[in-house]
DNA sequence: AGAAGTTAAGTGGTCAGACCAGTTGTTGAC
DNA sequence: GTCAACAACTGGTCTGACCACTTAACTTCT
């Protein structure tokens, strides 16, 4: 029990270290040889543990310049992820559901919060379904509502297309405008959930 | 471009022999030292990729006995990008209005889609929110949707506590064999809501 | 023959050292 | 001042060694 793996402990360290010295996006950590000489460790293990943190995209390696803080958000372990998980067609039915219930979800949160300004910026969204459904999601003011939301339609275009005339874009707004739950969930049901079968 | 990383070109080496095996959760894969003879890389590239493949969730090593799939589901990966990610208050405000959508969501799910058996196994299960409503989830038939609720259900319970009294689990489980969404709801609502703000 | 203990082989975990391949900053010649 | 060469980093990779642990085969004893 007393044999926690070193690769392991390493990694928390590193986070605590990043956490105290509050590292910021683009700055820079210390190099792998200082990392194995301050925490006492070998080489190998310090690279194991920062493996891990490339992999949650929390940090970013250039060969012959350092190890860097990397913005959160590019999630390239989504896609990663995505292609184990999404192999059988339950799990891509599962997907399918999940996202337009998130979706219903974040509708109706989002006309609970409209404003006048928000509605504005979904007005001016490009009319491409993941651009204006993304807008109208950051509309609920809840990040993280955001970012599962961004994830489902991460992995679900690489599956499925999903093509909505131009007319949901103006009627969708204009419900939103009303703050009318029932009729945006109507347009939504209209334009979107018959549209979800195709395969890509 | 030309060199591209050994330890990336590995890890989809290692998952291109998987698929082509037909590795199930449980099975076997080669020695770390094995597979860096098969692909013709040194064994610390090997392990790299192992590290980025166990961190996915998708292979469990066990010292002394070796590399065995893993039953897809419990990829803790989620739980670290969490520790990482929920600091701030915002984060924490939008995890609890996050996880009550997601549970109202699950409700009406499973009362749709209750039959006796499962009826049966909820009634049954122990009186633990955590327990109880997991098999409410599990009641949905979505599996996605069950890892996103244990995710949130995993960060909630590293920041606030949540007691309901015993008079709910019966309430609910009442509500569910009558199928009645409005009344799921209402019993959420009653116990549940109110019960949110306590800090841990 | 059967049970218990011992041994050897194999596996992941870790480390140290070497070398390669890039980047950066300095130095020095023009 | 410019620019080329160099030295001193950095991450990337490989090798070989050793440790800790598991398993299975092999004794040995009853």
Same mark, same amino acid.
């Given at each position: 029990m007393t044999t926690s793996k070193v690769y392991i402990e390493t990694f928390w360290q590193i986070h &605590?270290?990043?956490?105290?010295? *509050?590292?910021?996006? *683009?700055?820079? =950590?210390? !190099?792998? &040889?200082? $990392?194995?000489e301050r925490l006492q460790v070998g080489r190998s293990s310090v690279r194991e543990a920062l493996r891990a943190l490339e992999l949650l995209g929390l940090i970013e390696t250039r060969r012959g310049e350092g190890t860097f803080m990397k913005p959160f958000g590019e999630h390239q372990l989504i896609q990663l $992820? *995505? !292609?184990?998980?999404?192999? *059988?067609?339950?799990?891509? &039915?599962? =997907?399918v559901e999940t996202k337009l219930l998130i979706e219903r979800t974040c509708l109706q949160l989002a006309c609970e919060r409209m404003t006048e300004e928000k509605l504005e910026h979904i007005a001016q969204a490009e009319h491409t379904y993941h651009l204006f459904f993304r807008r109208i999601v950051e509309a609920t003011d809840n990040y993280l509502l955001l970012r599962i939301w961004l994830v489902l339609n991460d992995f679900f275009e690489h599956v499925y297309t999903i093509d909505v005339p131009s007319k949901f874009y103006d009627e969708m707004s204009q419900a939103l405008q009303k703050k009318c739950c029932v009729e945006t969930m109507a347009v939504y049901e209209r334009y979107v959930m018959q549209n979800m079968s195709k395969d890509k």
């Amino acid at each position: 029990m007393t044999t926690s793996k070193v690769y392991i402990e390493t990694f928390w360290q590193i986070h &605590r270290m990043i956490e105290e010295a *509050g590292l910021q996006p *683009g700055d820079r =950590l210390p !190099s792998e &040889r200082e $990392l194995a000489e301050r925490l006492q460790v070998g080489r190998s293990s310090v690279r194991e543990a920062l493996r891990a943190l490339e992999l949650l995209g929390l940090i970013e390696t250039r060969r012959g310049e350092g190890t860097f803080m990397k913005p959160f958000g590019e999630h390239q372990l989504i896609q990663l $992820l *995505g !292609s184990f998980i999404l192999q *059988g067609n339950r799990e891509k &039915r599962d =997907l399918v559901e999940t996202k337009l219930l998130i979706e219903r979800t974040c509708l109706q949160l989002a006309c609970e919060r409209m404003t006048e300004e928000k509605l504005e910026h979904i007005a001016q969204a490009e009319h491409t379904y993941h651009l204006f459904f993304r807008r109208i999601v950051e509309a609920t003011d809840n990040y993280l509502l955001l970012r599962i939301w961004l994830v489902l339609n991460d992995f679900f275009e690489h599956v499925y297309t999903i093509d909505v005339p131009s007319k949901f874009y103006d009627e969708m707004s204009q419900a939103l405008q009303k703050k009318c739950c029932v009729e945006t969930m109507a347009v939504y049901e209209r334009y979107v959930m018959q549209n979800m079968s195709k395969d890509k």
